[in-house]
């Protein structure tokens, strides 16, 4: 048995903080998934604007939005969505399968979001998965807000003790 498979059979919650197409259309997240029991992803802008600039990846689908006359944070978004929509699809399984603790896809807000719970709701992209696309801010590292697809906003444990069944995730560190 592998460590994270151990870590998860504790009761540990893990969380990839990495996508890209590449990732996804490899299968090489469906492997992390099976094989190394990965249970829910984040992402924040940063990843995103790294795997568009690092290759072809993304070059038609911002082709495709730019002749529909997307442009800028819209479109980068509009991106953004596309993969995190696919990662939820995987997750989906493990979403149900646990009662909606695991299985989560969420997408860091601006920083400058971090005291405004309106703009953050506002900001949150659409989706037809509701309950497994969110969005979070981390304005402190203590917690985060998750304002999930279907526009509800609401406040999320970060620690295993806060959790149902004792299951932890900390997808905000110190810092950010």
Known sequence: MNGTRRL????????????????????????????????????????????????????AGIREKLAVGLAGERLFFELALEDLTQAADLFRPIHEATNRIDGWVSLELSPTLAYDTKGSVAATPRSSRPALVSAKRCPTGTGHATASADRRAANTPTSARDRPEGRGTTPCQTGE
């Open 8 to 59: 998860h059979d504790a009761g540990q919650s893990i969380w990839l903080d990495h996508i890209t197409r590449g990732l996804l259309g490899s299968g090489g997240l469906r492997r992390y998934i099976d094989e190394l029991s990965v249970t829910g992803l984040t992402s924040n802008p940063t990843i995103f604007d790294h795997a568009i600039r690092s290759g072809p990846d993304y070059d």
